[in-house]
């Protein structure tokens, strides 16, 4: 665990961050139920399942049937309506019709996942007679499951004792299922790379939660991982798709499997005397027969009540998206299978051609593919892995552009004292200067600086204009020789006139940083300005 690591989990911190996001998620969820259908409270109190158990003497729901979709896609299960839930704050009632709000149908048996360890609950139809009824959230209360939703078309409505079929979405729990196993397959991947061979060490689980889009695995980890553990995790992850490895489960002894040396079991978690092995790529009666064979270290073997692939290629592709410390010592995955890894592994190849092409780009053009594409490598749903590697491709990028700026600036301040050395040669001892390269301070006082060491008895106003933003730079700086300097302050105030602007100064140095007013334009601005300034 974390602690044979040498690391510290705040357990009451990562317990109470899990506790946060179930309420949030709960919250989100109820929020969505009560979408323009009022503010119904549809959670069961431990009053309320008592009181199907002990009064209305019901059995639980028999759930066994969602493990069985796979084989069977046309498959809808008949099931008898055995309670119908109004609300937290009206309990039963024995009907529901399409005028009713959201309700809870309480079944004998069903083919839908209830919501539970960290996969979501499936959705779907309940058909009966001419009454079909939308599920769109499912949950289990003390063995009964409650499936959540409305009834949409007109007819006689859904009544208590009622024959019905369950019809959850397969194409919904395919996707689900795809991020379901390869959160097993990752938390394997985590430790082969992660944790050296021989150590005795592991990934602690610290939570997970998949939909039909992405998957969340959180796990105890000191530190950020590198791009390249990123990559061998990702790398691993759809090596396990690639080679078409059947997933086995089966149900048995918990003191039995326990024996697994390679199980990955939840530290501290408290299992039932029967558990439901799932094993990826080895069958789990043979590794009941052989359980502490090292071969089994390549094989994800976890104690899950999920619904699961009957083959890891059925997920196509996988994707880590982003790895994060969410807690002390904790660290979060996020990735994706299927047809949306596909979309992010094209979205990355696309970002990494865009980015291996402005390599032959230089100066401005450079500038702006750099800052265009940082802006959408941070943004895209993209490999982690690959996402590091292109930012770091900007970063050399950058450097590279550094070194073309320096070499610009220089350019431009010698061709600015070229042309003040041709003035001052005629006579001039004040000199109003306009070059465009922006609002850029430190290139500004070079070039002053540079004039006034130069040119002894030369007083100079510089005029900068960012075009893009309609600001301009304007600055002064006093000829060294005292007798000849002017008052800069007073040089700049005259030379703005009306124009409002931020910055100030001394009498030998002033500068200020001028905003077009919105019904001007910057160059009928700047020339006002170098004319009062003349
Ligand atoms: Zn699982």
Redesign the pocket.
Known sequence: MAEEQGLIVDEDEVNELMENERELSRKARLAKLAEGKGSKDLSVSAEQTSHLEKELKLATTNDDFKYFLDDLVEYSLKAKVQAIYHSREVGFVDSCSVDSEMVGLVLDRTSFYSES???IFDTGLITGGDSVFEVHDVQCYAGFVLHIGKILSKGSGINVTDEILCKPNLSRRSDIAKN?TL??VLNLALRNTLIKPDSDATIGQKGSFLDETKLRFDFSFGKALTTSQLKSVEDHCQSVIDENLTVYTEVSDLKEAMNIATLRAVFGEVYPEKVRV?SVGAPVDEVLKDPHNAQYWENSI?F?G?THLKNTGAAASFCLLNEEGIAKGVRRITACTGQVADEAIALGNNLKCEVDKAGNLEGEELDTAIKTLTASVNEADMSAALKAELRDTLQVYSKKLVTFKKAQEKKIISEVLNDVGETVACGKSSVVYRKDFGINGKLSKAILTGVQKKYKSCNMMLVSADSEDKKLFLGAMAAANKDQARDCQEWLKSAMGGYEGRGGGKKNAAQYTLEAPSNESLDSMISNIIQNAN
């Open positions: 360890g960290g996969q379901h959160t097993h799932v976890e899950c999920g």
